[in-house]
T-cell receptor, first 111, second 115 residues
Framework: DAKTTQPPSMDCAEGRAANLPCNHS???????VYWYRQIHSQGPQYIIH???NNETNEMASLIITEDRKSSTLILPHATLRDTAVYYC????????????FGAGTILRVKS | GAGVSQTPSNKVTEKGKYVELRCDPI?????LYWYRQSLGQGPEFLIY????????DSGLPNDRFFAVRPEGSVSTLKIQRTERGDSAVYLC?????????????FGAGSRLTVL
């Protein structure tokens, strides 16, 4: 089982911020939160990861609550090309640990 | 190469036939993963290689599935006596090594259809 809960789908207007929630209430102290996305007919693409501090890179921001039981991926200015399935994954950062994907959230960015 | 390359991109075969799917990882990446994705579902782990050895094959569904990576670079996923339920997209991913962040780079996948 994936250990995360995400809404099955979300819509966002082009140019607006897309906020994708993820619940991971059973996360353990040294598990990281990873986000990947999968655009139609492509393989998954890494976006960002974090442990307990908020993180930002050129693609997105990751906000993790203080109790670490939930997080939000923020795409600050969504474009049509951001339409994809977004996967939230919690896992240990250790040798050979495999990623367990759930069903993810289908984000539809609309003009 | 610049990315993870998978061939063929599409494969149609008949039930009972043997199939090989190839993965060419990013040069220098020592860790290589195979995943399988059925329609409408997230990718499902099959097997992981560190170098030439299969470090974790716990996701292989049965003994009809086998994978090799003889020189620590290119990997081949082999499926014997294919069944209709094997129809899926088979994804390969690689990472610099497996001891750091789980940042995997995925290929576009090989779509297998078993008639």
């Amino acid at each position: 089982d994936a250990k995360t809960t995400q809404p099955p789908s979300m819509d966002c207007a082009e140019g607006r911020a897309a906020n994708l929630p993820c619940n991971h209430s059973t996360i353990s102290g040294n598990e990281y939160v990873y986000w990947y996305r999968q655009i139609h007919s492509q393989g998954p693409q890494y976006i960002i990861h974090g442990l307990k501090n908020n993180e930002t890179n050129e693609m997105a921001s990751l906000i993790i609550t203080e109790d670490r039981k939930s997080s939000t991926l923020i795409l600050p200015h969504a474009t049509l090309r951001d339409t994809a399935v977004y996967y939230c994954i919690v896992t240990f950062m250790e040798y050979g640990n495999k990623l367990v994907f759930g069903a993810g959230t289908i984000l539809r960015v609309k003009s | 190469g610049a990315g993870v390359s998978q061939t063929p991109s599409n494969k149609v075969t008949e039930k009972g036939k043997y199939v090989e799917l190839r993965c060419d990882p990013i040069s220098g990446h020592t860790a290589l993963y195979w995943y399988r994705q059925s329609l409408g579902q997230g990718p499902e782990f099959l097997i992981y290689f560190q170098g030439t050895g299969a470090a974790d094959d716990s996701g292989l569904p049965n003994d009809r599935f086998f994978a090799v990576r003889p020189e620590g670079s290119v990997s081949t996923l082999k499926i014997q006596r294919t069944e209709r339920g094997d129809s899926a997209v088979y994804l390969c991913a690689s990472s610099v090594d497996s001891s750091g962040a789980n940042v995997l780079t995925f290929g576009a996948g090989s779509r297998l259809t078993v008639l």
